[in-house]
Structure formats: C-alpha cells, structure tokens
C-alpha cells in the first residue's frame, strides 16, 4: 500500500512499532521501497516515502488517512500505540477488519474515535502482495472494488469521501456486521488445507497454496458461503459467494473455486508460501471469523455445520485450540445482546 499509493501521487508516512523498527533500515537505504508485478497505479519501480518512522506523532502528523494493514493479531499493538495521537478530523482504517471496531471499542471510545476522528474497517485490503525483499514488493492484483463501513455507521459517508480520491471503486456496506460477514474476512485457507492436510501440515514446507486448490477445497468454499450467507441475512446483511466474489474484484475467470484459481489470470495461485504463513492465515480466519460467526448463529437460532465441522478438525490436524483463542460475543462486547441490539449496536455504537 505505501508503494503503490505514493506512486498514485499521495503523501506517504510508513509506520512501525518501535518494537520492530529494524524493519525500516532496509528501506531507508533503498530510498524507498522497489515496487514490481501489476500495481493498481500502473506504476513500478522506486517508491519514495514523506516519512519511514516508528515515531506515532510524526507517522500521524499532517495525515488525512491512516491505514493500518497488518494481520488481525497485530491490530492491537499498532492501534496501541497510535490511538493517543489520533487528532480531529483524521480516518483511521484497519484494512483487514476481523471485528476490529468491536474487538478494540474501549480504546477507540477512549481516544475519541466516536467525537474526534472515525474509525472504519475494510473487507479486506486492496491488494493481493507480498514481499519480494526487505526493501522490495510485488502486487500480484488488485481488488476492482473495495468495501468499506465506519462504526458508528454515522462516519461511513466521511469515511468514504476521504478514500474515494484515491480509490475511486470503493463501496460502502451498511455497517461493520454487514463487512465482516464479506468474503475475504471469512477465508479460504480452511478449506483448501482440508482436503490436502497431510501436504501441508507434514510434507511440504514451501508451495503455492492457492495453486493447491482442489475440486473438495471448491465444495467446502461454497458450502461454507451457504453458512455465511444465512448468517448475514439473519441480521439484514447482503454478502455474496467467494467465486462471485472473485470474478468481479480481480476479473478472474472459472464457475468455482477450483477453476478461479486455475484460470491462467490467476497471478496469486503461483505466489510461493510457507507453512507457517498457512498457520497464521488459519488462526485468523477462524479464531476471528468462523468462531464469531458461530456464536452469532446462536444469537438468532441458527447452526453453521460446515464452519464448526472446518473448526473443530483443523483443531485435530494442527494441534492448535482455536476454541480456547477465538472471539467470542464477549470479547465483542455483544454478550447478552439480541440480534436486534446487536445491529443497533453497529449502527450506533452503543445501545
């Protein structure tokens, strides 16, 4: 996102915690940072940046809109430690949503998220890309629409006023249920780890995951939308399939899962991963996606067989405890609500 947003001409601040600040020096001395593959600026080639700081007040100072796109594990730390310095006016956006307005509500309250600046999600970052050096990047698509929704929903219209100039193809949802119910936040990794899961979790170290899709990874991908999809509608939200999905944010061609990711305008299927990049991707998917969405089911009476099914045998094959690690209403804030407080909840940002 920095590369390609400063090659569309924008100010660009690149932050990271102190913690991790080492991460900066390689792209201080490469004056920037080398961008490859199919940007959505059309641009490649250096990348030069206003700032490269872990400083929180010289990231924020001057900015109109701040992106914080790292995985939702690593929400917290950032927000941490810019939420103090937030100031009036300015849009903060967490690119990869799970639930983050909700997850982190008493530190976005305190900090003034609801009278000083807005806070927005988005389902689920505009590029598909990855790290090619420590000073280097390839996007290998770009989404042709983007969705987004402040909370309160009151922010979303200044929310996507301050976006649309630089991406003009962004839409809005009706609130952050609506937006997290979206493909993307409810991936795909279970179910195309499922039906390779011996390949993945014990042979293979390095692969393309996605060229790995099966025809059984295509079935358990529209099953789980069935599941998503019931879910969504019980609380007024409108969502839409993975493939349709996919065929209209990155123009892939195919009627499934399987020939989505076979088609031969598919870059991301020859993308090189790790097996601890695939670990990672599973406790985000279901730790924040599946396990809330299950206890949401339960608020309004319904069952997501296939998503407890994905959930409860990943748990057996990887011998990791998503259960005792996932979001529950709880955590959410929405313990006790009904379906009905909920969405006002959304909405408003309180009942």
């Known amino acids: 996102m920095a590369a390609d947003l400063s090659m569309l001409g924008c100010r660009v601040n690149l932050y990271e915690i102190p913690d991790f600040k080492s991460n900066l020096d390689p ?12 940007p959505y600026s059309g641009k490649t080639g250096l990348a030069r940046l206003n700032a490269i700081t872990d400083d929180a007040r010289k990231a924020l100072a001057g900015s109109e809109v701040i992106f914080i796109n790292v995985p939702a594990m690593a929400v917290g730390p950032f927000l941490e430690q810019l939420a103090p310095h937030f100031s009036e006016g300015q849009v903060v956006i967490v690119t990869t949503s799970y639930w983050a307005s909700f997850r982190f509500r008493e530190l976005l309250e305190a900090t003034g998220a609801f009278v000083k600046y807005i806070f927005a999600e988005m389902a689920i970052m505009p590029y598909l890309s990855g790290k090619t050096g420590p000073a280097a ?47 993307g936040n409810p ?67 195919g009627d499934d899962l399987y020939e989505l990711h076979g088609s031969v305008t598919d870059r991301h299927a020859q993308k090189w991963n790790q097996i601890e990049e695939v670990e990672r ?46 979001l529950t209403l709880k955590d959410l804030g929405l313990d006790g609500m009904t379906r009905d407080k909920i969405i006002e909840f959304a909405i408003n940002g309180r009942v």
């Open 137 to 183: 990047v390839e996007i290998g698509n770009w989404k042709r629409e983007i969705f987004i929704s402040a909370w309160p929903a009151s922010g979303s219209t200044v929310a996507l006023k301050k976006v649309r100039p630089i991406y003009p193809h962004t839409r809005l949802c009706k609130n952050v249920l609506e937006l997290n119910f979206r493909p």
């Open 27 to 38: 792209i201080r001395e490469n004056g920037g940072i080398t961008l490859t593959g199919l």
């Open 281 to 326: 991707l599973l406790v985000e998917d279901i730790c924040y996606s599946f396990i809330p969405m299950e206890e949401l089911a339960r608020v309004v009476g319904l069952t997501v067989p296939i998503t407890t099914a994905m959930t409860d045998l990943l748990a057996v094959l990887t011998g990791y405890d998503y259960r005792a690690e996932g």
């Open 187 to 253: 991936g795909v990794h279970a179910q195309i780890t499922i039906p390779k899961a011996a390949f993945f979790l014990e042979r293979a170290r390095v692969f393309r995951f996605y060229g790995e899709v099966s025809r059984s990874a295509s079935r358990l991908t529209d099953a789980h939308d069935l599941d998503r999809m019931h879910v969504a509608a019980a609380y007024d939200c409108e969502t839409d399939t993975w493939p349709d999905d996919c065929r209209r944010i990155y123009e892939l061609e």
